[in-house]
């Protein structure tokens, strides 16, 4: 089955076309990024703007890199929340018009269902039941997913999604945004040990986080310090870095033996991170655990996930009709 995924959540506009759920054979992704850096993060309504601009071209492009026509599509999936109300409803207003002209059955999905299942796009994908870390710059969830569709929380943030932390701290020391590159890359010349940042709820049996503490560290450090340049800014980022890491690695490793999961899935933007992909690879490999790290294009917003996402919920009998809505605040 050819599934046309369209991503318009925040401020990536996606399509792809992704085949029974597995083969990718197009994913194309126009990002916003330079368009809102300059207010140092994500206009709403510049991002709705954006993707009524984008979104079709993009459909083009995906259809032709995989030399496919819209005839040939025999699903569109489109994320229907959680994001920015304006921008979710470009997409949904599109795969709804894409639908009604054409005829091809439409599915509204879930964009963490999306990040829970851009895993099932690796070459061995990890099957149900597994544990999942969903971390981006909005979500820090964890989820015991039972089966497609069959999804517990196990434990998230009580405050700023790690992303979000990433974000702010990049702030805080005068870097571009989104932060989580621009603090990965500074962080590989600096000491993770430098400077002991503070590892929140670090007790046995809680699977939740809180980042907001971390975040107000580093500002103290920098108000009694100053904003740090060469080595010191070098030496806060790595250390900032392992107390996010450490933080959600080991809460992940603890629950994964706790509630007796062997497969563990790592996704969301915040997983192509560097630290937190080796430190998790080398607890799960201490601890027998099979990891499912997807490649970075897959763990940022992407079209394909929500192919897959919507695959899934087709097969398992789930279908919208045009009373499809954007819904900014669905929680999975
Ligand atoms: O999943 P995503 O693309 O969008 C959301 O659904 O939020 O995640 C974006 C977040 C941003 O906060 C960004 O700073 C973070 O992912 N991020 C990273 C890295 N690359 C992106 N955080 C840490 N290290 C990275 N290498
Ligand atoms: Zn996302």
């Known amino acids: 089955m050819l599934v046309l995924g369209l991503e318009t959540s925040c401020d990536e506009t996606a399509a792809a076309l992704v085949e029974d759920g597995r083969r990718v054979l197009s994913d194309v992704v126009s990002t916003q990024i330079d368009i809102h850096r300059r207010w140092g993060g994500v206009v709403p309504e510049l991002a709705s703007r954006n993707h009524v601009v984008q979104l079709l071209p993009v459909v083009d492009e995906a259809l032709r890199r995989a030399d496919k026509a819209l005839q040939d599509v025999e699903l569109i999936s489109v994320t229907t929340g959680p994001g920015l109300i304006g921008a979710l409803f470009v997409g949904v207003h599109m795969a709804k018009a894409l639908s009604l002209a054409t005829g091809i059955p439409l599915v509204g999905v879930n964009h963490l269902e999306g990040h829970?299942?851009?895993?099932?796009?690796?070459e061995s994908p990890p099957e149900p039941p597994f544990l999942a870390l969903v971390?981006?710059?909005?979500?820090?969830?964890?989820?015991?997913?039972?089966?497609?569709?069959?999804?517990?929380?196990?434990?998230?943030?009580?405050?700023?999604?790690?992303?979000?932390?990433?974000?702010?701290?990049?702030?805080?020391?005068g870097l571009p945004y989104p932060?989580?590159?621009?603090?990965?890359?500074?962080?590989?010349?600096?000491?993770?040990?430098a400077i002991r940042f503070p590892r929140a709820l670090n007790v046995p049996g809680v699977f939740d986080w809180s980042f907001s503490?971390?975040?107000t560290a580093v500002r103290e450090h920098i108000r009694n310090h100053g904003v740090?340049?060469?080595?010191?800014?070098?030496?806060l980022c790595a250390s900032f870095q392992e107390a996010v890491a450490d933080s959600l690695s080991k809460k992940l490793?603890?629950?994964?033996?706790?509630?007796?999961?062997e497969r563990l899935v790592l996704c969301g933007g915040v997983a192509a991170n560097s630290r937190l992909r080796g430190l998790t690879e080398e607890r799960a490999k201490e601890r027998e655990l099979k990891l499912f790290l997807p490649r970075i294009s897959l763990c940022t917003d992407n079209g394909a996930m929500i192919a897959v996402a919507g695959y899934e919920a087709y097969r398992r009998g789930v279908?919208?009709?045009f009373s499809l809505v954007a819904d900014a605040g669905w929680r999975l």
Do not use: W
Not at 116 to 122: G, S, V
Not at 135 to 149: C, K, N, P, R
Not at 253 to 261: D, G, M, N, T, V
């Open 319 to 321: 279908r919208s009709d």
């Open 253 to 261: 490793i603890a629950a994964a033996r706790e509630l007796k999961f």
């Open 228 to 235: 740090p340049e060469g080595q010191a800014l070098f030496d």
């Open 213 to 215: 503490g971390l975040k």
């Open 179 to 193: 932060g989580g590159q621009p603090i990965d890359q500074l962080a590989q010349k600096g000491n993770p040990a």
């Open 135 to 173: 971390v981006s710059g909005g979500h820090t969830t964890l989820y015991a997913v039972e089966d497609f569709g069959r999804y517990r929380t196990v434990g998230s943030t009580r405050d700023d999604a790690a992303g979000e932390a990433y974000d702010k701290v990049a702030r805080l020391l």
């Open 116 to 122: 829970l299942l851009a895993a099932r796009l690796m």
